[in-house]
């Protein structure tokens, strides 16, 4: 399998409940190395580019209040085969159907505050990475 990388959010119900480093325990255990991360806050107008795809979605625009609404971790995850692996940690959108282990099993509060994001794809991992951090920010 070849070697990934992905973007990973910690979103603000982790932030607020001072969880991001038993979330990055998870994701090291798992073989995937923190590359590059950076604490900071998206404007709303910065949320509703970087969720885009769901605009017209219903909870697009609670999504993009919940965002902006406290600092989020934002971070780049490497590792073999790091976009599934990184999924599969988070476990399923919605905590009730998360897998038992996984981070929003353990510690998401609801569908809306799900305390992580993480890329889908190939093609979505390379567009979120440059959405955060140059190519020089990013130390493998
Ligand atoms: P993810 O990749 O698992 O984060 O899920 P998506 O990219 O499909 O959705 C982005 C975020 O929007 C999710 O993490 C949820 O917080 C939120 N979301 C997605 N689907 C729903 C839904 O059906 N209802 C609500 N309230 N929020 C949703």
Same mark, same amino acid.
């Given at each position: 399998m070849a070697c990934e990388r992905t973007l990973s959010i910690l979103k603000p119900d982790a932030t607020a409940r001072n969880i991001t480093g038993k979330i990055n325990a998870k994701f090291e255990e798992a073989g995937?190395? !923190?590359v590059a991360q950076r604490r900071t806050r998206v404007t709303r107008e910065e949320a509703e580019q970087f969720y885009a !795809?769901?605009?017209?979605?219903?909870?697009f625009a609670d999504l993009c209040s919940f965002m902006s609404s406290g600092p989020v971790v934002a971070q780049v995850l490497e590792g073999e085969g790091a976009i599934k692996k990184h999924r599969d940690i988070m476990g399923a959108t919605n905590p009730k159907e998360a897998a038992p282990g996984t981070i929003r099993a353990e510690f998401s509060l609801s569908i809306d505050e799900n305390t992580v994001h993480g890329s889908d794809s190939a093609e979505t991992a390379a567009e979120e990475i440059r959405f955060f951090f140059r190519e020089t920010e990013i130390v493998g």
């Open positions: 995937l190395r !923190i !795809i769901h605009k017209e979605r219903p909870f």
